[in-house]
Each structure stands twice: as C-alpha cells, then as structure tokens.
C-alpha cells in the first residue's frame, strides 16, 4: 500500500508560484507512477500531470503546460508540483496519485492523498 501526503497549497496572487510537495511511502512507489490531479469548487476532478518510476515519461494537462512543472526525488521520497504564473482558475483541492501502471488515468490510479487547497487572488 503506497501513502501519501500533500503540502504547500495556499493562497497566492494571479501570476504567483506555488510549490507543492508530496511524501510518498511504501515499499514499490520508486517503481510507480506518480501525480496530480484537481478539483475546481463545483466542477470534476481533472488530471494535471504525471511522471514515470524513473522520470522518462512526463505528461500534463493542456491547461497547465508550459507553466507547471512535475518532478520527483525518489531518494527522497517525493514527487513535486512546481506551479507558475497561477491564474484564478488553477483554484482547487490538488490531489497527489499513484499508480502501478505507466499510465496514469483517473482509473489507474491505486492510492490518492487527502489534497490540498490551492486558492489564486485576481
């Protein structure tokens, strides 16, 4: 069983940056796939971005490419969000994911943490 807990979520102005953090634990999670997602207030879950065991595959969401940025340290039993230039509507509960697949669809995923808010000023 792979946990995990967020943090770094906040509140920050349009065009700031957050970092979020994840603390993975168990056993096998070096060889999962690890991300994020988030739910919006009123709105469905949606998938932001994931990485491979070893960080060959990196994929994001349209909405967030080229500002968000998915790492993990596996010495250090982390994957991280790098978010930049935030607008209003990256508000959310951000949700970190594990799969024991390479692919990490809303299905694959095998554990999910409790979340984090994420709230962006205009």
């Known amino acids: 069983q792979v946990r995990l807990v967020e943090s770094g979520g906040g509140l920050v102005q349009a065009g700031g940056s957050l970092r979020l953090s994840c603390a993975v634990s168990g056993h096998t999670f070096r060889f999962y796939t690890l991300g994020w997602f988030r739910q919006p207030p009123g709105k469905e879950r949606e998938f932001v971005a994931a990485?491979?065991?070893?960080?060959?595959?990196?994929k994001y969401g349209d909405s967030v490419k080229g500002r968000f940025t998915i790492s993990r340290d596996n010495a250090k039993n982390t994957v991280y969000l790098q978010m930049n230039n935030l607008k209003p509507e990256d508000t959310a509960v951000y949700y970190c994911?594990?799969?024991?697949?390479?692919?990490?669809?809303?299905?694959?995923?095998?554990?999910w943490g409790q979340g984090t808010q994420v709230t962006v000023s205009s």
């Open positions: 990485i491979s065991w070893n960080a060959g595959s990196i």
């Open positions: 994911a594990a799969s024991p697949l390479t692919t990490m669809a809303d299905t694959d995923v095998g554990s």
